[in-house]
């Protein structure tokens, strides 16, 4: 099975800061047709997950682009510039190669 | 507009079987590529992947819970099933059900979520 791991945040994170948050799997999730499954989503308080980003570092519809994905094979990152108050919740990192296992989880707080 | 809504008892007892029906709008489970997941989520913890249906009837299981879960599809009536068997209280959590899309394998839009409490 495939084990994704996340990385914390240092918060609360005072407002307008660049965070990133990290997400490695136990393997890598490159696939022969050249792209990585690897997603992000993010679920704000009293709310159902929305996806942030697919295929590693595609924004989703609609997604402000203060959020890229970046990352190789197995080793990723989230990076939010400027944090805003609408920022705030929990952070998922989500493999689709092989089934699809979600990360812990990594909160945002804001100062 | 994609809407889907999941419903479910509230509560059942240990050893039951826990019923789930996630109905749904603006796509359809006969279309190429389109699928229904089921999530969990216990009270104030992570996300827990269960289980997906794709178009062609194509079934996929949490290795670790798979010998207690069936999913299943109307697509004529919009809906998608999921059941577990003899549940605990280890089983009480919010259950989503997502549609995922087979080119991306994301989880795009999302139900409301259920809660469901197992409880003797």
């Known amino acids: 099975d495939i084990v994704m791991t996340q990385g914390a945040l240092p918060n609360p994170v005072p407002s307008g800061e660049s965070v990133s948050i990290t997400c490695r799997s136990s393997k890598s999730l490159l696939y022969s047709d050249g792209k990585t499954y690897l997603n992000w989503y993010l679920q704000r308080p009293g709310q159902s997950p929305q996806l942030l980003i697919y295929w590693m570092s595609t924004r989703a519809s609609g997604v402000s682009d203060r959020f890229s994905g970046s990352g190789s094979g197995t080793d990723f990152t989230l990076k939010i510039s400027g944090v805003e108050a609408e920022d705030v919740g929990v952070y998922y990192c989500q493999q689709g190669l092989e089934f699809n296992t979600f990360g812990a989880g990594t909160k945002l707080e804001l100062k | 507009q994609v809407t889907l809504k999941e419903s479910g008892p509230g509560i059942l007892q240990p050893s039951q079987t826990l019923s789930l029906t996630c109905t749904f709008s603006g796509f359809s489970l006969s279309t190429y590529g389109m699928g229904v997941g089921w999530i969990r989520q216990p009270s104030g913890k992570g996300l827990e992947w269960l289980a997906n249906?794709?178009?062609?009837?194509?079934?996929y299981y949490n290795p670790s819970l798979k010998n207690r879960l069936t999913i299943s599809k109307d697509t004529s009536n919009n809906q998608a099933f999921l059941k577990i068997t003899n549940v605990d209280t280890a089983d009480t959590a919010t259950y989503y059900c997502a549609r995922i899309e087979l080119t991306t394998q994301t989880f795009d839009y999302w139900g409301q979520g259920v809660m469901v409490t197992v409880s003797s």
């Open positions: 249906i794709w178009w062609d009837d194509d079934k």
